[in-house]
């Protein structure tokens, strides 16, 4: 609902899973797990309020893009996965974003109508900034930037908005501890509206001289009425260590340009993943999500605040899922006549939604837990598609949720390319020209204008949030960025360098960087009906599990056994051991196969013995493969972890065998010693379309499709590609 102030004050008077090695106890039945899961759902009766800000049209300030899709995006998972009624969800947006509308609502709504052991979620994104707090302008505290314009008392500079330790104060105010905050918002400008191609959402201008006199007097009302235990101190961190609920935001906040529509990238990974969540992961899984999907391409470190963040304790937004299996979306509306269907998909994976062909089929599941027949999409725009049912009999029903079937991809994929705003006009012309010649390039387009892979600039004119206070190289030579602005290891250039000639060197990058944005679009993790699961284990120096992958919508549920190291990224030290263990809880065996990016850029693969035969690559139905294979106690019980720097390995598996893939690897020169190696792919180009063929060949006797040669058709039940990423330093 959206409303202005005096509307509003008129109406409202992570189980982790680890692993053992060897067979794999039987999983619980499937039915006996739904029905409890059921009978926790309906156990509650508790209820569910939220308060979600966007603001992106800042009258005065350059505007924000993705704050309204932000506002969406919650609201819709809140209603159609986590069970809030929509007369609980209040809404403001843009011109309705002032500093005392928000206050007002959070008073109204949230402190005044929430009860003990209610659930409370509070959103904002929009600008965030500092502002000095002491007459001497020593310390700094952070703010949300409400619409309002900030003003000027003389010559001073008056920063409106809400303090940051007024957000506490109110949210400390609530009769409930089951609170939830998520700020998609940074404080800390280094002056740039664009890191890389996305938009930053830290306030371009200098510190504001002081807060506004009336927000002052907000939170010193809201003080006297907490009493004084409640004091707080100017360190962001220990306020929020005050905070008995979970506080959830980034040091650094992009929005990114995706099909149609620009988020927030916390905001959008953070929906996706409630969406796919089965049933209940963790908090500190769901931060391990978020940092896995963020560091990478935007190096945007999330974190997580608050007394109740014991991650074996506490659930995203302290709520059990409305169901037990998730899902992609849900069904909007159903046309009487022709039977189309309206989907919204929130919680399809950003980068393959991009992507994402026609052919595509989607599975209705009934508010029951029934199949309710397949749609194949016809169009898409933003994040709403609209489909029809292959059976003409299918009747979906509006707010059944839907589940992803077959992916459909394009075969002719390229790399959208981004040309810097810092690059000369002649630069940008004779990049663009040397790009159009180099076929693992689709598109070439200025940055911020839309959807790309990687930012093509000088070196120093991209300034990541998280390495601009160590960056002190000049303006050097051309280099590659992530979308996000990560530097892209090894791309480089001399200082002399003609931009084309740049290009000419980067020609086998690319082809790289686009067998990885396949590898990316493979992992399935939330719809793959293959019940697998990959750990990174350290073997030396200390033994233990850093980081564990696992499908989440299989019906073999994965037992939770032991818990995870609770650091947020994955990191291990350099020089240490590791290996890949790769667990099958289903009924048949399963093909593997490990490739990524090493910490020089570099595409690997997991090379065979040369002695083996096609039983080294077979995961068996209820048992665990090790890689590197201990198949001879003479080789290396482990891969060190030789570079630092951050890699990113796909485990890829499948119900047949790979023959075109391993007809390709048997062609490369091995690897010099013995057993299981990486080994560097000159061309993982090859070596991918290789495994796509091998997946879509596994894919068509359980989905028979018009076999046109453009696309590939890949059916959730046929493939399983989960991602290790870890940093080694």
Not at 299 to 325: C, F, H, M
Not at 528 to 551: C, F, G, M, N, Y
Request: charged share 15%.
């Amino acid at each position: 609902m959206r409303l202005d102030r005096r509307t509003f004050l008129q109406q409202v008077g992570l189980t982790l899973l680890a692993t053992g090695a060897g067979a794999i106890a039987p999983p619980p039945s499937w039915a006996a797990a739904a029905t409890e899961y059921q009978k926790t759902v309906t156990a509650t009766n508790r209820r569910k309020l939220a308060l979600l800000v966007g603001i992106d049209n800042y009258p005065h300030h350059p505007s924000l893009e993705g704050c309204g899709m932000d506002v969406e995006l919650q609201r819709e998972v809140l209603i159609h996965r986590l069970g809030f009624q929509p007369a609980d969800i209040v809404t403001i947006t843009d011109q309705q974003g002032t500093r005392e509308n928000i206050e007002a609502a959070f008073q109204e709504h949230l402190i005044k109508q929430a009860r003990e052991d209610d659930t409370v979620v509070f959103h904002f994104s929009g600008y965030g900034a500092q502002v000095h707090r002491d007459p001497e302008q020593t310390i700094l505290t952070n703010r949300l930037v409400s619409v309002d314009r900030e003003t000027a008392e003389a010559t001073e500079v008056v920063g409106n908005g809400i303090l940051e330790e007024t957000l506490l104060l109110l949210v400390q105010s609530l009769a409930t501890r089951r609170v939830t905050v998520v700020l998609d918002t940074a404080y800390q400008s280094f002056g740039q509206l664009l890191q890389g191609s996305w938009r930053s959402r830290a306030h371009p201008d200098a510190p504001a001289e002081h807060p506004s006199q009336a927000e002052l007097a907000v939170a010193a009302q809201l003080q006297q009425r907490l009493g004084k235990k409640t004091r707080l101190s100017h360190s962001s961190a220990s306020r929020w260590e005050q905070y008995s609920g979970v506080l959830l935001g980034s040091e650094a906040a992009l929005e990114g340009r995706w099909r149609g529509f620009s988020a927030g990238l916390l905001t959008y990974s953070l929906t996706q993943w409630l969406w796919e969540m089965t049933p209940s992961p963790t908090v500190l899984m769901t931060l391990k999500h978020l940092s896995e999907t963020l560091v990478p391409i935007a190096d945007q470190q999330p974190y997580l605040r608050g007394k109740a963040k014991t991650p074996q304790a506490v659930l995203p937004y302290a709520i059990t899922p409305s169901a037990p299996t998730g899902g992609e979306g849900y069904v909007a509306a159903v046309d009487p006549n022709s039977n189309e269907v309206q989907l919204k998909l929130g919680g399809i994976v950003p980068w393959v939604w991009n992507q994402t062909e026609g052919r595509s089929r989607v599975r209705v599941i009934t508010n029951s837990g029934e199949v309710g027949g397949i749609l194949q999409l016809r169009s898409g725009s933003k994040l709403t598609a609209k489909a029809m049912p292959l059976d003409n009999e299918i009747r979906p029903q509006v707010g059944d949720r839907v589940q992803e079937w077959v992916r459909a991809l394009p075969r002719n994929l390229g790399l959208t390319i981004a040309l810097d705003h810092s690059l000369q006009r002649i630069e940008r012309v004779d990049a663009t020209s040397a790009l159009a010649n180099i076929k693992s390039v689709a598109n070439v387009v200025l940055a911020g204008e839309q959807a790309t892979d990687y930012l093509l600039s000088r070196s120093g004119s991209v300034t990541p949030v998280a390495i601009a206070s160590t960056q002190k190289n000049l303006i050097q030579g051309y280099e590659l960025y992530s979308a996000g602005g990560v530097p892209i290891a090894n791309t480089i250039g001399g200082s002399d360098e003609a931009v084309k000639l740049a290009i000419n060197r980067l020609v086998p990058t690319f082809a790289t960087l686009l067998a990885a944005k396949w590898w990316r679009l493979l992992v399935n993790a939330g719809s793959s009906q293959l019940p697998v699961q990959a750990s990174l284990r350290l073997i030396k120096p200390q033994p233990s599990i850093l980081a564990v992958q696992s499908t989440r919508r299989a019906r073999q549920i994965a037992p939770p056994v032991a818990d995870l190291t609770a650091q947020a990224f994955t990191t291990l030290p350099l020089g240490g051991m590791v290996q890949y263990q790769i667990e099958n809880f289903g009924d048949q065996p399963l093909y593997t196969m490990v490739v990524g990016l090493d910490s020089r850029s570099k595409a690997i693969a997991l090379y065979p013995p040369a002695t083996s035969d096609a039983s080294h690559w077979v995961v068996e139905a209820n048992t665990s493969l090790t890689l590197p294979h201990p198949s001879n106690p003479s080789t290396l019980t482990g891969l060190m972890a030789g570079t630092s720097g951050l890699t990113q390995l796909y485990i890829i598996c499948s119900r047949a065998p790979f023959p075109t893939m391993r007809t390709y690897l048997a062609q490369l020169p091995p690897p010099k010693g013995d057993g299981d190696r990486f080994i560097e792919l000159d061309k993982p180009l090859p070596l991918t379309q290789a495994l796509l063929k091998d997946l879509h060949a596994a894919s068509q006797p359980l989905t028979p499709t018009e076999n046109s040669g453009d696309h590939y058709a890949l059916h959730v039940e046929a493939w399983a590609a989960l991602p290790l990423v870890y940093q080694v330093v």
